[in-house]
């Protein structure tokens, strides 16, 4: 049984990514079709040792197409994945678009695979934010332990998760910086490269900023509604890898050695937590892997059954691309999609 698969987004930073990763996971595919806008229209993408001609979207039929994984933000999403949802076509959308939709499942395989069932109502289901992706895979064997009460996190975000756009920036102003050129400002609010900015979307009526916002609704609508999240999202100049410095309260006790055990037997969680030089994970060892690190896990002595812990992840990779695929893996496990053209 294979799939006819097309990424929308083929060109971008999470498009090329999840081309290498259904290639790596040998993903059952009968074919894949690179889309773009029009201005990448004929310009190639590797996928494997094959090479493919990208398309334009807008001109592209899905009749015959099972599975379209969406990457081109949420703008064209909004346009056309419930267009293409309803022409059979199941739609895995890493934008923000459908993602508080009540008819449409956020998924994150390791946490809320059940969920994934409701997606028949839309045809669409929703891949998480990044740092919320990574947050959710090492928050869930911990709640289901000791019950979360409260979350407090400051992330770390590579100018990856801004896109192609994101990371041109950061290098070209840090390349500007070394010749002592000017250091023009165009994608972030201020200069990237040797700086942080503590501002990632934009901002709401009470202060926080919508990545924030997303974090709290999106660990709310796959992990539980009842734990209290606050967050402050930061840029800072890495390429790829977010992390996070994480606080937890939990309403039962769990030491730092039990939180390590479970972690360690947890999907999609790897413990790197040595307490010696180098004895932890940074974002850049984590690029290119597939893990949810988590390292510096310690007991907070200044609340009640209360942890803190460093989780860090593949943005381009945990927190969207191969989410993504495994979403669609999902799917074919529990048999919940048929290919459209039985193979000859
Ligand atoms: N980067 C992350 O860490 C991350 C994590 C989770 C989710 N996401 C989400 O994933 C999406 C893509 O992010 P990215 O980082 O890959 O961005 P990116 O590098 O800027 O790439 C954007 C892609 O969208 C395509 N596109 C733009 N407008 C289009 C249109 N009108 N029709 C068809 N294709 C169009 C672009 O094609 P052209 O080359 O033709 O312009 C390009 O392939 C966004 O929704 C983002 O929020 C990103």
Redesign the pocket.
Known sequence: MSFKVAI??????????MLNILEERGFPVSEVVA???????G?EVSFGDRTLK?K???QYDFSDTDICI????????K??SPKIGKQGCVVI?????FRYDQDVPLIVPEVNPDAISLFTRKNIIA????ST?QLVVALKPLHDFATIKRVVVATY??V????????DELFTQTRAVFVADQVDVKKFTKRIAFNVIPHIDVFLDDGFTKEEWKMVAETKKMLDPKIKLTATCVRVPVFIG?SEAVNIEFEKPITAEEAREILREAPGCQVLDKREDGGYITPLDSAGEDATFISRIREDSTIDNGLSMWIVSD??RK??ALNAVQIAELLIERGLIQPKKKAA
């Open positions: 929308v987004g083929a060109t971008g930073n999470v498009g090329r990514e889309l773009a806008s029009r201005r990448s229209q310009t990208v334009a979207l807008d969406m990457s081109a933000g949420g703008n064209v999403s346009e056309w959308d890493n934008s923000s678009a891949n998480p934010n990044c992706a975000q590579s990856s998760g801004a896109g192609k756009e994101g990371m977010h943005n381009l927190g969207a």
